[in-house]
Structures are given as C-alpha cells and as structure tokens.
C-alpha cells in the first residue's frame, strides 16, 4: 500500500497566515504572534508612516487575511486553527493607530490590553469568533483591538 501523502496549507500561506512561523509557537502562539508584530510596528514608525497609510495597510492586511484563511480553513476543514496569528498582528497594528508610538510603556500597553480584550472576547469579538468563515477568524481579533485602543489612547491621554 502506497503512503498517501498528507496535504498542507502551501508554504507562502503558512508563513503569511502563521506571520512568519510565529504562530508555530508550541505554547500561547497568539501571544507569540502579537508579539512579533512588534519589528512591523518598529519598522512603520521607522518609515514614519501616517495614519492614513496605516489604515490602508491594516485594511489590505484584513483582506487578504479573511481570503486566504477562508480558503485554508475550507479546503483543510479547519475552523479557527491556533497556528493562523494573522488576526493577531492585525490586531496588534489597530491597536497601535490609537497612540503611533513606540515608547516602551506604550507598546507594552497595546501588547497587554490587546492580549486581554483578544482573550476575554468581549460582544462582538465573541460573536465572530464562532463563524465558521474566514470572516469569524479575522475579525473577532479586529473588534479585540478597537476595545484596546480606545482604552490604550484614554490611559496615555491620562497618564502621557
């Protein structure tokens, strides 16, 4: 009997749904994978990009997440898988457009509160995080981060 061979996600998606293997973290990968967005968050202030272009950016990043993880997690049936940090990087960018900062106790917040609101799933992150579709996977972590950043712009507003 020949050894079928088990199919897999091609390699371009895996490394974009699992930024870059971060999500291959054997322990917490959404922990891993909100926190390597941090080079891409030092390397958009490095660049000085705007809001405007942040917004742009986090907007193509939500499309061609919600289409590759729907087409991963359809032909794979797969409904949400650990590995897939995409959201959580896009989550993490969110977060940020509220303060565009890269002081360290400000990064430490975005990380902190986005982790938390990405955890607890607040109405309507927990509504989307139980579609079946790529949709659910993305944009649970995108209402997360707008909980984060609001809450991240009040305390820096507060306390600078």
């Known amino acids: 009997m020949k050894d079928q061979k088990i199919q ?3 390699i371009p998606s895996v490394i974009f ?5 971060s999500g291959k973290a054997p322990k917490a990968p959404g922990t891993f994978g ?16 705007n809001i405007y272009n942040l917004i742009g950016i986090i907007i193509a990043l939500y499309v061609a997440a919600v289409m590759v993880t729907q087409n991963v997690q359809k032909k794979y049936n797969l409904h949400d ?3 897939i940090v995409i959201d959580e990087v896009i989550g993490m960018l969110i977060t940020w457009a509220f303060i565009m ?10 990380f902190t509160l986005f982790r938390f609101f990405d ?7 927990s509504y ?18 707008l909980y984060a950043g609001i809450l991240v712009k009040i305390m820096t507003s ?3």
């Open 8 to 10: 897999s996600p091609s």
């Open 17 to 21: 749904l699992s930024w870059f293997y």
């Open 34 to 49: 909100s926190l390597a967005a941090l080079p891409l968050i030092y390397l958009l202030d490095y660049l000085h990009v």
């Open 81 to 83: 898988p650990q590995w």
């Open 101 to 110: 900062t890269t002081q360290l106790h400000h990064l430490f917040l975005v």
């Open 119 to 125: 955890i607890i799933k607040i109405w309507p992150a």
């Open 128 to 145: 989307f995080d139980r579609l079946h579709h790529g949709i659910g996977t993305i944009t649970d972590d995108v209402f997360s981060a």
């Open 158 to 160: 507060l306390a600078p």
